[in-house]
């Protein structure tokens, strides 16, 4: 059975939230308890947002919430109220297994399989807690014993909106928490524009607005704090390397450490210049791929429409996502990689050659 979900927009059944699952986990977490909640490597908006949305509004009930993430992530998203509590796995991992180690209940957020944390997994699993996932990608496969999966929802943070309405529905969500839960939904629909965006997702956005919170804030953090060094590496990236198969409606930018190097890069830089080749007219999908510290390569895939990069990335490059953006890896070098890339193309070239441009 469903929950029903009182919400200042009213009445909603979300059918995710397990109506005997909620009720246990209410239970649970109705004394103090000792809380982790983690997120996915390389975090990115939707993944801060509801690691710190969910953490500012356990935190306001009284538990002893602490924030894990496996990896650094952009400066562009280190505004939200709790930023400054989230522990990096890679800097302090003593302290973060010493943390996963005491907590009695974790929340996994935004990842569907344990990989996605890369090196943390061990930590993040092996331990007495109780797991709890909430995300919206599909095919969950993380070892949890409560697993809120909705993948027709835009993002985690609207999924995270609907839970704290759930267990307290007596809560007077405050600006902080709806600043966090903004940014991730405003991130993971491009501004409210792709088509996961709903009436009911803008009706949320209404209520997040309705707490007073600063909506400027999150859109001048996000979009116009680029480094020069930023502007002109994406300016170079369009300019020198965008490749276009125009066959296959399709677009590529492959980049070497070398070149992030000449322009100072800093993580989160690549973010956002895989989208700027389906702005083209016809262009159907885009990938970008960079040449990674340790070898191989990272994947960022999106397109537009009906063609899957979930499947393409899946079944080519170790990958998975969502329908119109996903990522994989490649363990080979650059130059293997666009060409493995094109046998996919090839593989593809009915549903690719056929889409209406
Ligand atoms: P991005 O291109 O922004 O890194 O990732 C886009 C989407 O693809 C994300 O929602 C993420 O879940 C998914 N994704 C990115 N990299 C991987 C990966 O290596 N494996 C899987 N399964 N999904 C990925
Ligand atoms: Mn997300």
């Given at each position: 059975m469903?929950?029903?979900?009182?919400?200042?927009?009213?009445l909603r059944?979300?059918?995710?939230f397990?109506?005997?699952?909620?009720?246990?986990?209410?239970?649970?977490?109705?004394?103090p308890?000792?809380?982790?909640?983690t997120?996915?490597?390389?975090?990115?908006?939707?993944?801060?947002?509801?690691?710190?949305?969910?953490?500012n509004?356990?935190?306001?009930?009284?538990?002893?919430?602490?924030?894990?993430v496996?990896?650094?992530?952009?400066?562009?998203?280190s505004?939200?109220?709790?930023?400054?509590?989230?522990?990096?796995y890679?800097?302090?991992?003593k302290?973060?297994?010493?943390y996963?180690h005491?907590?009695?209940?974790?929340?996994?957020?935004?990842?569907?399989?344990?990989?996605?944390?890369?090196?943390?997994?061990?930590?993040?699993m092996?331990?007495?807690?109780?797991?709890?996932?909430?995300?919206?990608?599909?095919e969950?496969?993380?070892?949890a014993?409560?697993?809120?999966?909705f993948?027709?929802?835009c993002?985690?943070?609207?999924?995270v909106?609907?839970?704290?309405?759930?267990?307290n529905?007596?809560?007077k969500?405050?600006a902080?928490?709806?600043e966090c839960l903004?940014?991730?939904?405003?991130?993971?629909t491009?501004?409210f524009?792709?088509?996961?965006?709903?009436?009911?997702?803008?009706?949320?956005?209404?209520?997040?607005m309705?707490?007073?919170?600063?909506?400027?804030?999150?859109?001048?953090?996000?979009?116009?704090?680029?480094t020069?060094d930023?502007?002109?590496?994406?300016g170079?990236?369009?300019?020198?390397?965008?490749?276009?198969?125009?066959?296959?409606?399709?677009?590529?930018?492959?980049?070497?450490?070398t070149?992030?190097?000449?322009?100072?890069?800093q993580?989160g830089?690549?973010?956002?210049?895989?989208n700027?080749?389906?702005?083209?007219?016809?262009?159907?999908?885009?990938?970008?791929?960079?040449e990674?510290e340790?070898?191989?390569?990272?994947?960022?895939?999106?397109?537009k429409?009906?063609?899957?990069?979930?499947?393409?990335?899946?079944?080519?490059?170790?990958?998975?996502?969502h329908h119109?953006?996903?990522?994989?890896r490649?363990?080979?070098?650059?130059?293997?990689?666009?060409?493995?890339?094109?046998?996919?193309?090839?593989?593809y070239?009915?549903?690719?050659?056929?889409?209406?441009p």
């Open positions: 469903s929950t029903f979900v009182k919400t200042p927009i009213g059944m979300i059918p995710v397990n109506h005997a699952h909620i009720q246990e986990l209410k239970q649970f977490l109705s004394v308890r000792k809380v982790a909640i997120t996915h490597y390389k975090p990115d908006g939707d993944a801060i947002g509801s690691l710190l949305g969910l953490y509004f356990l935190h306001s009930q009284k538990h002893k919430v602490k924030a894990i496996p990896s650094d992530y952009p400066e562009f998203i505004f939200m109220k709790g930023n400054d509590k989230v522990l990096n890679q800097l302090k991992p302290q973060a297994e010493k996963f005491e907590a009695e209940i974790i929340f996994c957020l935004d990842f569907n399989e344990q990989s996605r944390v890369e090196a943390m997994q061990h930590a993040m092996d331990n007495k807690a109780v797991k709890v996932v909430i995300d919206h990608h599909i969950p496969q993380i070892n014993q409560y697993v809120f999966s993948p027709q929802s993002a985690t943070c609207e999924l909106y609907y839970f704290i309405r759930i267990l529905p007596e809560y969500m405050n902080d928490v709806a903004y940014t991730g939904i405003m991130t993971d491009g501004s524009r792709f088509s996961s965006m709903s009436a009911d997702t803008h009706r949320i956005i209404a209520a997040l309705d707490t007073g919170m600063n909506h400027v804030k999150i859109h001048e953090s996000v979009s116009d704090t680029f020069e930023r502007i002109r590496f994406l170079y990236c369009l300019r020198e390397k965008m490749q276009l198969i125009h066959a296959f409606h399709a677009s590529y930018i492959a980049l070497t450490r070149e992030l190097e000449q322009f100072n890069h993580t830089d690549t973010e956002g210049i895989v700027y080749p389906l702005n083209i007219k016809g262009v159907k999908m885009s990938a970008l791929f960079t990674k340790d070898g191989g390569v990272k994947i960022s895939f999106r397109s429409g009906d063609f899957s990069v979930r499947e393409l990335a899946k079944k080519f490059f170790n990958g998975g996502g119109n953006a996903a990522g994989g490649f363990d080979g070098n650059l130059d293997e990689c666009v060409e493995h890339f094109i046998g996919a193309l090839k593989f070239k009915d549903e690719l050659q056929n889409v209406t």
